[in-house]
């Protein structure tokens, strides 16, 4: 059994049929003991995970007495709203801008590098060419090559031809990912049949035009993990930007928040911003993975399972 | 290598077996001539390319920049880069700050990812099995901590940690998570809320996939959910696994944006306190060499790690 290594089995996105939960016969069988332990764990952490976010969200709604001076895990005068307009507003709106810049890195960034990974990963599965296990290895290298580790090169380079403190020296390195080569070409390999790609090269259409009208319908599940994962991976990247760029109207959310949690204690108002900004600029993330989780949860089978 | 790739790589055998079946006599095949090469360079170009430029590029850079030295004409002269060999290696050797960092790191992948492995496991486990009711409701919960960037946790667990303002300051008062002893574990606590739930998934997805005629079996013989968990499911689950450990240590390895964050909290937290914190701290004064050194021993050595690591469980599992 090997991991890392692309062992595309028989085609496998078929996914078992569940025995309904807790069918009757079966359900009884089960130890009350164990059930009962079973869910006051799953309980505990429950709190566990929920309680920080939670306290965030009362904490977004208090004005600054109301911060200290109530139970910090229940609400009291609702004023969220008053905070958002004071958090939107200071600075000419400098928050919506960082949110503003995280969308394009990620939105945009996520897009693109999903297509060009898939682009590539469904070569490296449906064609035979020279050199094609190689670079299928050196990308696989890439997986296991930390991103913080080029940052700092990454710097010198874009210092070198004057791009640091832009736009593309945070947007450019964000749109490679070889993680997202490694899942579409095993999700390519598994649930792209050859018989469909012949059949539209029967039909005379070209091999770019398959891919984008025929194949990338099958690779869906796959295409919307990478873009998911990668969405986060630049949403929440933090060193590239800390290290390219000094500009704050380019900054995205997190190094923004960084910058003004590391002046609350000069700045004491920020404290309130950092609070109701960090609630807001998880939202974006929840609703997209609300949103695309019948996607990616088959997708993340795909690459872990192989 | 299996099925869809193999059946590839026989194609030219095959017509040349069939080939000489036939008796057609001719030429040595010449090599398989490649079909579609348009459409598979503008498929390859556009990764190859920025892959080139953003990864093989500056690791190239990194270590071409680690084998300068700044040379200086007298005290105040011009400061010119000239080939200085190794130098700057054994200058990050000799860096007791560095390897210190880099113990702790070790230090903290020892115990933290144990931990929030196991925690995903066991789990994943229980989502798995007909114990738990509100499947749906616990994969959810025990995820959202995924959707909130490293920073951001980094930066709600530092109030929630604060002997004053947290919810908790009967605990914090007394227990001061942000001290020079607790604030590594501390940090490794807000890495562990972030992550379980994203490792549970991917064990989860695992565990979805293995048909239910192999424990059914095990089960009609009276095994319990825990017999068949140890001995059924966690060995057929263990690419994934491996999978999500190389991932933790590639992480741990690389810690920097929680403990940057939570030097505003804590003077515990020094300016080398990781080994990317180093980096950063290093080419900020500015270093170039010797940070672009650091770099490329610590890639180096993330790349080892997880590598080894993957070739001794491979070995274990070939057992």
Redesign the interface.
């Known amino acids: 059994?090997?991991?890392?290594?692309?062992?595309?089995?028989?085609v496998?996105p078929a996914?078992?049929i569940?025995?309904t939960?807790?069918s009757a016969p079966?359900?009884q069988r089960?130890?009350p003991f164990?059930?009962a332990s079973?869910?006051i764990?799953?309980g505990v952490?429950?709190l566990?995970?929920?309680v920080?976010?939670w306290?965030?969200l009362v904490?977004a709604t208090k004005d600054r007495a109301q911060?200290?001076g109530t139970?910090?895990?229940w609400f009291a005068d609702f004023s969220l709203f008053q905070n958002i307009g004071a958090l939107v507003s200071y600075r000419d709106g400098v928050y919506l801008k960082w949110m503003l810049n995280s969308a394009l890195y990620a939105g945009l960034g996520a897009l693109v590098g999903t297509i060009?990974?898939g682009?590539?990963g469904?070569?490296?599965?449906k064609?035979?060419?020279?050199g094609r296990e190689l670079?299928f290895n050196?990308?696989l290298?890439?997986v296991?090559?930390?991103?913080?580790?080029?940052a700092?090169?990454?710097?010198?380079?874009f210092s070198q031809i004057s791009l640091t403190n832009t736009f593309w020296s945070v947007f450019?390195?964000s749109?490679?990912s070889?993680f997202g080569?490694y899942l579409a070409r095993i999700y390519a390999?598994?649930s792209v049949p050859?018989e469909l790609i012949e059949a539209a090269r029967l039909d005379g259409a070209?091999?770019?035009r398959t891919?984008f009208t025929v194949s990338v319908r099958m690779m869906v599940p796959a295409l919307v993990t990478v873009f998911l994962f990668q969405f986060?991976a630049i949403?929440?990247n933090?060193?590239l930007p800390?290290?390219m760029l000094r500009d704050e109207t380019l900054f995205p959310v997190?190094?923004g928040?960084?910058g003004w949690?590391?002046q609350?204690?000069q700045i004491p108002v920020l404290r309130d911003y950092?609070?109701i900004g960090?609630l807001l600029?998880?939202i974006p993330?929840?609703i997209i993975?609300?949103l695309l989780q019948r996607f990616w949860?088959n997708g993340?089978?795909a690459?872990?399972?192989? | 290598m299996s099925a869809s790739t193999a059946r590839f790589t026989d194609v030219p055998g095959d017509t040349r077996t069939a080939r000489r079946l036939a008796g057609r006599p001719g030429p040595r095949p010449a090599k398989p001539r490649v079909q579609h090469k348009r459409a598979i360079l503008i498929f390859v170009l556009p990764f190859g390319a920025l892959f080139s430029l953003f990864y093989l590029v500056p690791i190239g850079y990194a270590i071409y920049e680690s084998l300068l030295v700044i040379k200086r004409e007298g005290t105040f002269g011009a400061a010119t880069e000239v080939f200085g060999g190794l130098s700057q290696y054994v200058l990050v050797f000799q860096n007791g700050p560095f390897w210190q960092s880099v113990g702790r790191v070790l230090a903290f992948g020892a115990v933290q990812v144990p931990i929030m492995l196991g925690l995903a496991l066991l789990f994943a486990l229980l989502l798995d099995s007909p114990l738990v009711r509100g499947k749906k409701f616990f994969r959810l919960a025990f995820f959202v901590p995924y959707a909130v960037p490293g920073v951001i946790a980094a930066i709600m667990w530092g109030y929630l940690y604060s002997p004053n303002l947290s919810p908790f300051s009967a605990v914090t008062q007394n227990i001061n998570f942000l001290s020079a002893d607790l604030v590594l574990w501390a940090i490794a606590n807000v890495v562990t809320w972030v992550y379980v739930g994203y490792n549970m998934l991917i064990i989860y997805s695992a565990l979805l996939a293995i048909p239910t005629e192999l424990y059914e079996a095990a089960r009609l013989d009276g095994a319990g959910q825990l017999r068949i968990a140890w001995s059924v499911k966690i060995p057929l689950i263990m690419p994934a696994i491996v999978l999500t450990a190389i991932f933790s240590i590639i992480g741990t390895l690389q810690l920097l944006a929680e403990p940057q964050v939570f030097r505003s909290f804590s003077s515990a937290v020094t300016s080398t306190f990781t080994p990317n914190l180093t980096v950063y701290t290093t080419s900020s004064i500015p270093n170039v060499n010797l940070a672009a050194a650091f770099s490329v021993v610590l890639a180096l050595a993330t790349f080892v790690l997880s590598f080894t690591f993957l070739k001794f469980t491979q070995r274990k599992e070939a057992q």
């Open positions: 059994m090997s991991t890392l290594t692309p062992t595309p089995g028989p496998r996914r078992r569940r025995s939960p807790g079966r359900a089960e130890n164990a059930r079973a869910m764990v799953m952490f429950t566990y995970f929920l920080p976010v306290w965030l904490a911060f200290t139970n910090p895990l060009i990974a682009m590539c469904y070569a490296l599965a064609y035979r060419f020279p670079i050196v990308v290298g890439g296991l090559v930390p991103a913080t580790a080029l700092l090169p990454l710097f010198l380079i450019l390195p749109l490679v070889p080569v390999s598994a050859d070209g091999e770019v891919f986060v949403w929440n933090f060193f800390l290290i997190t190094l928040l960084y949690n590391s609350v204690n950092v609070l960090a600029s998880i993330l929840i993975f609300l949860r993340l089978s690459g872990s399972v192989k």
